[in-house]
Structures are given as structure tokens and as C-alpha cells.
């Protein structure tokens, strides 16, 4: 899979991509990350690639034929003949959707994702709609500019990638992942002798509370559950902890959380302020 990053601070991108697991899979050719400075394809000695804005007001805006220029010299498809499950171009602003693991799992399925990196007061709008596919943001605050959206979104998408992690399993387990329904295993663990899996596809909750060595630190132990050798125990114990966490700290989480009719019923023993939606779910 191929990243392109369009932006004015390609070295900012330096530190980050020489580190951890996006090293790594660079480093076997699982991944490419290429940044392309706009500066050099404005035209004035000044190499300016902002202008100000139309009607007036503060700051300046990322002039459209700059990004333009960029695009056709990094081999970009024209936006009328993409071919949208192979390639996409991303604009990375505050006034986009909203980034999440559904939308990394989108774009990990693609051959190549190009990151134009905002700045500024804001983009040419016909950036918006000449060039670009989607319009994204990290969250729901602003940010000087798109390059750590753009480092952030390489980051997500890249790890679920075949043979990025040490172990895939990694990515389906974990806060945000998916539901046990869509997790397509090739055989039956139970039938091939080994033990039955300890972990639960968070169908979009929190991950559950982790705990290694020591089992006693600071006054707490671990769970002595997690000791048991029970896998159905773990199970069922880490799946209500991840019910709780997500409760605790992301409620919002749960209005469109996959829940067992156990679950709910579980749920509302925590807190009988649930949300009414929760009722309509189907396990």
C-alpha cells in the first residue's frame, strides 16, 4: 500500500515514520509513505501557496492550483476516473467527517491513499470538490494544520494491514474493533485441541483492562479470574470490563455497540441511566 502526503512541512513527517511499527513495515516494503512538499510547485520566488480569503476575514487560504500541480506530478488519477476501490484523496481539515476505526479499515482496503495536509485559515473549497474524495478530521478540536491527521491516519490504517503487526489478531481485538459476528476464523479452536479463545471482538466498545507482572503493585492484584486458566471466565469477566470502561469513559460508544440481550441486561445493572436507544438493539 502506498501513502502520498502533500504538504508545506515535509520534514516534520521524519521522526515519526522512523520509529515502531511504521519503520518496520516500510522497512519490508508492506507499506510506502512518500511526502511531497507544495512549495515546490508554486511558481514565485517566494514559492507562495496561500492567498487571502474572498469576503474578507482573518488568516489565509491554501490556494487550489498548487494542490493541483501536486496531484498530476505524483501520478494521482483525476478525480472523474478514480477508481475509488483501489485510490483515494483525502483532505485533511476541521470541517470533515470524522476519522474512526471503520474509516482506517475503508481506506486499508485500498492500493494507494493521498493525505493533502490543510494549513492555515483553511483549503480552497475546490480542493474540495475538484480533487478530493473525502473530507477528514481527527476530532473535534483544531489543529494548526492536517500533518499529524495525516501521520495519525497513516498510523491506523497502515497497522491493519496483512503482516504489518507481529500478530493480526492484535487489530481485530482491541477498543474500536469488530464484532465477533464479522470475525471470520479459519478453523474452530475448539476442534482443533486448543484452548478456546480468551478474547472477545469489541464490536465497537473499549478495549477491556490489561495486566501483567507483577499480580501484586502499589496495594492492587490482578484479578484472580485472569489466573484461572477458565478462558470462558476471561471471557465473559473481559468482555463486561470493556462494557464498564466504555460505560465510564465513552458512553456515546454504546448507542451503537453490538450487545447480547445478557449484555444489556448487565449494562443497565451498572448504570440505570442508559441511553433508551440501547433497548433497540438487536444482539
Same mark, same amino acid.
Given at each position: 500500500?502506498?501513502?502520498?502526503?502533500?504538504?508545506?512541512?515535509?520534514?516534520?513527517?521524519?521522526?515519526?515514520?522512523? #520509529?515502531?511499527?511504521? &519503520?518496520?513495515?516500510?522497512?519490508?516494503?508492506?507499506?510506502?509513505?512518500?511526502? #511531497?512538499?507544495?512549495?515546490?510547485?508554486?511558481?514565485?520566488?517566494?514559492?507562495?501557496?496561500?492567498?487571502?480569503?474572498?469576503?474578507?476575514?482573518? %488568516?489565509?487560504?491554501? &490556494?487550489?492550483?498548487?494542490?493541483?500541480?501536486?496531484?498530476?506530478?505524483?501520478?494521482?488519477?483525476?478525480?472523474?476516473?478514480?477508481?475509488?476501490?483501489?485510490?483515494?484523496?483525502?483532505?485533511?481539515?476541521?470541517?470533515?467527517?470524522?476519522?474512526?476505526?471503520?474509516?482506517?479499515?475503508?481506506?486499508? &482496503?485500498?492500493?494507494?491513499?493521498?493525505?493533502?495536509?490543510?494549513?492555515?485559515?483553511?483549503?480552497?473549497?475546490?480542493?474540495?470538490?475538484?480533487?478530493?474524495?473525502?473530507?477528514?478530521?481527527?476530532?473535534?478540536?483544531?489543529?494548526?494544520?492536517?500533518?499529524?491527521?495525516?501521520?495519525?491516519?497513516?498510523?491506523?490504517?497502515?497497522?491493519?494491514?496483512?503482516?504489518?503487526?507481529?500478530?493480526?489478531?492484535?487489530?481485530?481485538?482491541?477498543?474500536?474493533?469488530?464484532?465477533?459476528?464479522?470475525?471470520?476464523?479459519?478453523?474452530?479452536?475448539?476442534?482443533?485441541?486448543?484452548?478456546?479463545? $480468551?478474547?472477545?471482538?469489541?464490536?465497537?466498545?473499549?478495549?477491556?483492562?490489561?495486566?501483567?507482572?507483577?499480580?501484586?503493585? %502499589?496495594?492492587?492484584?490482578?484479578?484472580?479470574?485472569? $489466573?484461572?486458566?477458565?478462558?470462558?471466565?476471561?471471557?465473559?469477566?473481559?468482555?463486561?470490563?470493556?462494557?464498564? &470502561?466504555?460505560?465510564?469513559?465513552?458512553?456515546?460508544?454504546?448507542?451503537?455497540?453490538?450487545?447480547?440481550?445478557?449484555?444489556?441486561?448487565?449494562?443497565?445493572?451498572?448504570?440505570?441511566?442508559?441511553?433508551?436507544?440501547?433497548?433497540?438493539?438487536?444482539?
Amino acid at each position: 500500500m502506498r501513502f502520498d502526503i502533500v504538504t508545506i512541512f515535509p520534514g516534520l513527517f521524519a521522526g515519526i515514520f522512523e #520509529h515502531g511499527v511504521i &519503520k518496520r513495515a516500510v522497512a519490508g516494503g508492506l507499506v510506502e509513505v512518500l511526502t #511531497h512538499d507544495l512549495r515546490d510547485f508554486a511558481h514565485d520566488r517566494h514559492r507562495t501557496v496561500d492567498d487571502r480569503p474572498f469576503g474578507g476575514g482573518e %488568516g489565509m487560504v491554501l &490556494k487550489p492550483e498548487p494542490l493541483a500541480e501536486a496531484l498530476e506530478a505524483i501520478g494521482a488519477t483525476a478525480k472523474a476516473e478514480r477508481d475509488l476501490a483501489r485510490e483515494s484523496v483525502v483532505l485533511l481539515s476541521a470541517q470533515g467527517k470524522k476519522f474512526t476505526q471503520a474509516t482506517a479499515r475503508e481506506l486499508a &482496503k485500498l492500493d494507494r491513499v493521498v493525505l493533502i495536509c490543510g494549513r492555515y485559515e483553511g483549503v480552497d473549497e475546490r480542493v474540495n470538490e475538484l480533487l478530493a474524495d473525502r473530507e477528514l478530521s481527527i476530532g473535534d478540536y483544531v489543529l494548526s494544520g492536517g500533518e499529524l491527521g495525516a501521520a495519525v491516519i497513516v498510523d491506523a490504517t497502515m497497522r491493519l494491514l496483512p503482516g504489518v503487526l507481529g500478530n493480526e489478531a492484535s487489530s481485530h481485538f482491541e477498543s474500536f474493533g469488530r464484532s465477533e459476528a464479522e470475525l471470520v476464523l479459519e478453523e474452530d479452536e475448539a476442534e482443533a485441541g486448543g484452548a478456546p479463545r $480468551s478474547t472477545y471482538g469489541s464490536g465497537g466498545l473499549l478495549d477491556y483492562p490489561h495486566y501483567t507482572r507483577p499480580v501484586e503493585f %502499589g496495594g492492587l492484584t490482578v484479578p484472580e479470574v485472569l $489466573s484461572s486458566g477458565n478462558h470462558e471466565l476471561i471471557r465473559r469477566w473481559r468482555r463486561e470490563r470493556a462494557i464498564e &470502561k466504555t460505560l465510564r469513559n465513552r458512553p456515546d460508544l454504546l448507542e451503537f455497540a453490538v450487545l447480547t440481550e445478557k449484555e444489556r441486561t448487565f449494562l443497565r445493572s451498572l448504570d440505570d441511566q442508559i441511553p433508551s436507544s440501547i433497548d433497540r438493539h438487536r444482539p
